[in-house]
Structure formats: structure tokens, C-alpha cells
């Protein structure tokens, strides 16, 4: 594709609900990111894959928070019994190796009531 | 722990005007380094990166200098334009080993005025 895409562009929530958002990374890159950006605040890292090798998960928050990527390419992050502080802005990156340029999709807002 | 962290929250500059923005980092062991602008409801945009190996690197309009002595990086925009209000952000990494994402600034909010 063009760039990256991610969905849905906004997820309001309950409290205690599961969430599942989508990202579709630029074709052909190998490396995809998932950040979180709270309010008025920096970019935190949450998660990284390259290729097939075993992701780096050293920026999850907590246990609610997991992810996948299939087939090299789709990625979904899912955040389980979702609370208040999980509210921000979820933003996905790839790039075409480890360690060069990332290109970001628009985003998911997500609230949870 | 370290991070990386810009000096002003908010720079406002008359439209036409250079404006500077400047960010500290405090990990010795970054070795790149990347300036990302955000406009409203979007994703960051890459504007400009430069290596540890270098201390400049002009782009168009724009140029990033690094000193790595002090750890200081510095992003300049020359003859501002309304379109270059946004939240700029400086990010930095490790390419030889830790965390494989970026580590983000919390961003300068420019604000060009007319």
C-alpha cells in the first residue's frame, strides 16, 4: 500500500472490555512498531517484530497488553479488561529493516469510559 | 533512567522567520538520531535523521545538528511557513543493542504566526 493504515481510526470502550486494533504495515517491510502516545506526551514504545524472530515485547505495560503479526505482514494489538489509563493514541510504524527509517500510520484514539 | 527530553514546550515565531528547536538526550550509546513532526490527528512524519558519525545534515529547509560532547540536537527550519505548525519530536536509538523502538522526546509545539 501507499502507507501504513491502521483501524479503526476511533474505538470508545467500557471499561473491562477487550479491545482489538489493526495495523497494516507498508508492503514489504519487514519491521513493524506499535507506540502509545498519551495526551500531550511523547511517543512510548510497546512493542517491536522483524521477520520471524520472536518479538520484542520489553515496552508492554502490563500483561493485558499482547500482540501478533501473521504471515509477516498484519498486525493487531489487543489490550484485554481495558481500564481508564489505556486511553491514548496507538500508533503503528514499519520500516523496511531493523533500524532505518519508520514510517507511522494515522493512528487509533482510543477512549475507555 | 535515560531519556531523551526537548528544553520548550511551545516556540512561537513569526511566519517568514528561522526557527530553532532544540532536544537533549542522555544515552551515551545512541548512535541515531531522528527529528518527526505531528501534525493534528496524524501519525508522526519523518523530517530529518542523522548518525553519531556526523554532526550536521541539511535537508530541504531544514537542518538537524548534533553534538554529541554536550548531547544536544538541534532541528532548524529556515523561512517558516504556516505549514510548519505542528508538535516536533526528537528520537533517538541504540542500533547496536537495548530496546528495538525509538526513544521519544515529548515534543515542542511550534506555532507559526502569521
Known amino acids: 500500500g501507499a502507507g501504513v493504515s491502521q483501524s479503526p481510526s476511533n474505538k470508545v470502550t467500557e471499561k473491562g472490555k477487550d479491545v482489538e486494533l489493526r495495523c497494516d504495515p507498508i508492503s514489504g517491510h519487514t519491521a513493524l512498531y506499535w507506540y502509545r502516545q498519551s495526551l500531550g506526551q511523547g511517543l512510548e514504545f510497546l512493542i517491536y517484530f522483524q521477520g520471524n524472530s520472536a518479538p520484542d515485547k520489553s515496552g508492554l505495560p502490563s500483561d493485558r497488553f499482547s500482540a501478533e503479526r501473521t504471515g509477516g505482514s498484519v498486525s493487531t494489538l489487543t489490550i484485554q479488561r481495558t481500564q481508564q489509563e489505556d486511553s491514548a493514541v496507538y500508533l503503528c510504524?514499519?520500516?523496511?529493516?531493523?533500524?532505518?527509517?519508520?514510517?507511522f500510520g494515522p493512528g487509533t484514539r482510543l477512549t475507555v469510559l | 533512567g535515560e531519556s531523551v527530553g526537548l528544553h520548550l514546550p511551545t516556540l512561537s515565531v513569526q511566519e517568514g522567520d528561522n526557527s530553532i528547536i532544540n532536544c537533549a538526550y542522555s544515552?551515551?550509546?545512541?548512535?541515531?538520531f531522528i527529528w518527526y513532526k505531528q501534525e493534528s490527528g496524524k501519525g508522526p512524519q519523518f523530517i530529518i535523521d542523522?548518525?553519531?558519525?556526523?554532526d550536521k545534515r541539511q535537508g530541504q529547509r531544514v537542518t538537524v545538528l548534533l553534538n554529541k560532547t554536550v548531547k544536544h540536537l538541534s532541528l532548524q527550519i529556515a523561512a517558516t511557513q504556516p505549514g510548519d505548525s505542528a508538535v516536533y519530536f526528537c528520537?533517538?536509538?541504540?542500533?547496536?543493542?537495548?530496546?528495538?523502538?525509538?526513544?521519544f522526546g515529548k515534543g515542542t509545539h511550534l506555532i507559526i504566526q502569521p
Open positions: 544515552n551515551s550509546a545512541s548512535d541515531y
Open positions: 542523522i548518525r553519531s558519525n556526523m
Open positions: 528520537a533517538e536509538k541504540n542500533s547496536g543493542g537495548g530496546a528495538d523502538g525509538l526513544t
Open positions: 510504524a514499519s520500516s523496511l529493516v531493523r533500524a532505518a527509517q519508520q514510517f
